[in-house]
């Protein structure tokens, strides 16, 4: 078959498809509702799952960390040179707690935003706070992270440090001082990055479904 | 003009040159879903972008702009990132009756041929298909028309090879 065959199938095929689509304004609005409402959907998707990431997750590390309670101080353990089982115990509660924190904290904004798309008349309105309370969640969830991780580092650092030393001001401060900030700054970058990868994508969609109503509307 | 004969020409130029949208869309895309989305998003653009359009060139070449910036940017991200769009769009598919089994060949003779061109390679192809001079393809697509010359002879040659085994 030569180029010239396949030029008359291709043409055969569109002209099978060019059949007459009407075009107005009104559809022009439908099919970018019907995608913001799409969008919608996908994010509430996107959100149950984390919700019931952060409350399972954070539901197992809390009888887990309860464990340490009953464990000797001469038992063999996870970081048994560092941490004692109760600090063990607090460590991993906090992390449990922190989980089921930011689940609860999810919980809420979903319910948020499945009360604007029942209760909001308007579309565009919807999708602008549904724009906030995303970056909010995002925010939280970066906060959440850049809190607790480093709290944890920090913990370690002066354990390896000061194991079983009285604390004294010598140079030993600034390497736990510094092992923390760079904890800091690791984990803000990293979260960051990755509320940006999940989230990231739903703000500039909902921003450009915004901006397509604001063309339609002028 | 005012806004509503705006709206009222551009309905007509997108309708009457809708052809270009559906070619776009067969070139970029092999399944009705996602046919159906570049569709969407291209009619979108294209209205959004309507304010912008000065004239300067015809509506077509502009229209070719748009819809193929659309399928080889925007929405190869969009659908990188996550399937958006489970909409359909109104337009009449053709039904599985409707296609014949020549045409279904046909299809298949085409997916073949263009799947292995990469995305420049199909806006040239598709363009020269609708009888674009080189100095049109290369005003549409960005490239010089020495480009767009030596390109077309690649796309021969390899389409040649596809259609001669």
Redesign the interface.
Known sequence: ???E???S?????????????????N??KE??Q??S???LT?LENQLRYKRWFCFIIGGITIPISSIYLFIKDDSNYLFENIFSPIEMFSIILILGLALIFLGINISLNYKKIIALKTTSENLKVTLKRVSHILKAIMKTTVYYDTIIVPFISFLVLYRIFFNEESFLFDIRILYILLGTLITFLFIRYVSKRQQETRFG?FVK?LEACI??MD??DD | MNNKQQ?QLF?KQ??DS??II??VC?MYCHNDEHRKDLF?EI??QL??SY?SFRGDSKFSTWMYRVALNVAIQDFRK?KK???????T????E?SEE?ISSA?DD??K??HN?ISSLNKLEKAIIML??DNKSNEEIASITGISQNYVRVKMNRI?AK??KI??H
Request: proline content about 2%; charged content about 30%; some cysteine.
């Open positions: 078959m030569e180029l065959e396949l030029k199938v291709w043409v055969k095929v569109i002209n099978k498809e060019c059949i007459k689509y009407e075009f107005s304004q559809k022009a099919m970018i019907k995608k409402n799409t969008l996908k994508p969609n901006l397509d063309v339609l | 709206e309905v997108v309708t809708q052809g559906h070619k067969r969407q009619l979108i209205w959004n304010a969009v990132e996550q399937k958006l769009f489970s909409s769009p109104k337009f009449k053709i409707e045409d046909n299809l003779l085409i041929a020269h298909f021969k389409l040649k259609l001669t």
